[in-house]
């Protein structure tokens, strides 16, 4: 890699990195695990540079990295990394993307307990905004699976027993009923 190269590729990495580790966050419902799937997926990208650059949409080429390495994750028997002296850690600390968020805990159980497919379409679509058309081409699916599938996991977040107990403690406000298929 020439030096203008790694120059665009930090230059992507540092942008693109709190957007990376949102997504896995949503998708593992684990910080660290988050991060560490954020710095996988750009290792893969600065390992194949050339085509990511080449790519009709970067961004969906990473994420789609991204959401590869959080599926082998599951299939991983070892670990194949070591840890590290505390002092080799860098000084900056990313801060939590949700900490705001009364209704947190409640919701990464109840997302914990969807379907890895149902789980990165509502991540998706509704944390990362993405069309569905957009969701279907990062997953290798259709927009009307997209669309299914996000039926059955706003189905099974309504009827989970984490939100229905934040809902009727009056702590959380009303929710609006979604009708699936229908744009925002």
Not at 35 to 60: C, F, G, H, I, N
Not at 94 to 116: C, K, N, Y
Not at 147 to 174: I, W
């Amino acid at each position: 890699m020439n030096a203008s190269d790694r120059t665009q590729f930090d230059e992507f990495m540092t942008s693109r990195w709190p957007g990376l580790v949102r997504l896995a966050f949503g998708l593992t419902g684990d910080r660290w695990l988050a991060e560490d799937l954020a710095q996988t997926a750009l290792a893969s990208a600065y390992a194949a540079w050339w085509r990511v650059r080449l790519a009709d949409d970067p961004d969906a080429y990473v994420r789609r990295i991204l959401i590869n390495a959080s599926k082998s994750r599951f299939r991983r028997h070892r670990l194949s990394e070591r840890p590290g002296e505390p002092d080799d850690l860098p000084d900056q600390t990313l801060a939590d993307p949700a900490a705001d968020v009364g209704e947190r805990s409640a919701l990464l159980t109840a997302l914990a307990e969807l379907p890895p497919r149902q789980r990165a379409v509502v991540v998706l679509r509704y944390v990362e905004d993405m069309t569905d058309a957009q969701v279907g081409a990062l997953l290798g699916c259709s927009a009307s699976t997209v669309r299914s599938q996000a039926a059955r996991a706003l189905a099974k977040l309504r009827a989970s027993e984490q939100l229905a107990e934040e809902d009727s403690s009056g702590a959380a406000p009303p929710r609006k009923q979604e009708v699936p298929g229908e744009s925002h």
